[in-house]
């Protein structure tokens, strides 16, 4: 429609997934590499750790989402059968519920059940998947997609700081790559903003925190276990 606002519902799916993957794709291995240098580690062993890490992160982040899209799509798909079961055992009770969750918007009872008449006879399911359960076909969940954006974007992710301590003298490993992760934290953080449409500045600064936290406490463990063994 011209003239209409921006919307940005329609990419909480895979940008959901592709943040998370970034995110912890550079967490993740800056914080591995940190800990293997703070240990103590060669260079050998740091770009070596940094890469399975981040191969095994990318296969963990694209199972997992798979699996956990999966199940949101199957109870989702669980609910459907049953509203449909219960729109043709018994429509006059599901009218007058629907009705009921318009009176509840604000709607008057006479108004609220013309509105549940038209839109369950233009389509039943839909008007109880949407305004009874809160199923938006929008926000429909994918797992192949899902999967994809989390392991490419962890791959992403992962690169940076592999890249970094690749780049980096190994006695400055665990100076230039946290600093280095920090930066592509903050910027990931406000990327996500953006393309989500928020504002940039606390989801930078948020995603900045927990990373700079995340990668401290591994370099605390890596640098005690090195004494210590």
């Known amino acids: 429609m011209p003239g209409a606002e921006s919307h940005y519902v329609n990419r909480t799916g895979w940008l959901r997934a592709a943040v998370l993957g970034a995110n912890d794709g550079i967490i993740s291995t800056a914080s591995l590499v940190v800990g293997v240098a703070a240990a103590g580690g060669a260079r050998g062993e740091i770009l070596t ?24 799509a199957d109870s989702e798909a669980a609910d459907l059968k049953r509203e449909q079961r219960a729109l043709s055992e018994r429509p006059a009770e ?15 009872p006479k108004l609220a059940q013309q509105v549940a008449g038209q ?28 999967a994809w954006a989390s392991a490419v974007s962890f791959s992403v ?13 190994t006695s400055l490993v665990v100076i230039v ?13 406000a990327l996500g903003a953006r393309a989500g449409g928020a504002p940039v500045i606390r989801p930078a600064l948020r ?9 401290a406490v591994t370099a605390g463990i890596g640098a005690v276990i090195g004494r210590a063994v």
């Not at 199972?63 to 949101?72: F, I, M, T």
């Not at 992710?157 to 301590?165: R, Y």
């Open 157 to 169: 992710g992962a690169a940076l700081p592999t890249v970094s301590a690749f780049l980096a003298e």
């Open 49 to 72: 750790a940094a890469v399975a890490g981040w191969a095994a992160g990318a296969m963990s982040m694209a199972a997992g989402e798979y699996v956990s899209v999966s199940s949101q």
């Open 119 to 146: 839109l369950m006879a233009k389509d039943a399911l839909d008007a109880h998947a949407r305004d009874e359960l809160g199923l938006n076909e929008a926000a429909k969940p994918n797992p192949i997609q899902a």
């Open 207 to 215: 995603v900045g925190f927990w990373g700079a936290l995340a990668m």
């Open 94 to 108: 599901e009218k007058e519920e629907l009705a009921h969750i318009y009176e509840d918007r604000g709607l008057k």
């Open 177 to 189: 790559v946290p600093a280095a992760a920090l930066i592509f934290l903050i910027a990931l953080g």
